[in-house]
């Protein structure tokens, strides 16, 4: 049950660092996208329509880079996850040593 909560903080760790990756992408790129190349364009762009085009492409944006973060963190907290298992298989408690021969127990 251990191994299950650490790779699932990693899946949401990882989610939620591709979700801001992705937004800080979308911000960047979405205005480059959609700016006019002159001022006589802007005239003849409907404004609801594109509004709702750059929300939707934000939040592909954000889904697709929290999806990334998720698959990313599942892979990392695995690899985690069975580097500690082999570091404690590894870890064997000493041979208990027999009583001298004239004690009793």
Do not use: C
């Amino acid at each position: 049950m251990n191994a299950f909560k650490t790779i699932l903080l990693y899946v949401f760790g990882g989610a939620l660092l591709g979700d801001l990756v992705g937004t800080l992408l979308g911000r960047s790129s979405i205005p480059w996208w959609h700016s006019s190349g002159s001022a006589t364009d802007l005239v003849q762009v409907h404004m609801p329509e594109k509004a709702q085009l750059i929300i939707s492409q934000m939040l592909t944006f954000q889904l697709i880079g929290g999806g990334v973060g998720a698959v990313l963190g599942l892979i990392l907290g695995v690899m985690v996850v069975r580097a500690f298992a082999r570091r404690a298989a590894g870890r064997v408690p000493p041979p208990v040593a027999p009583p001298p021969a004239g004690t009793k127990p």
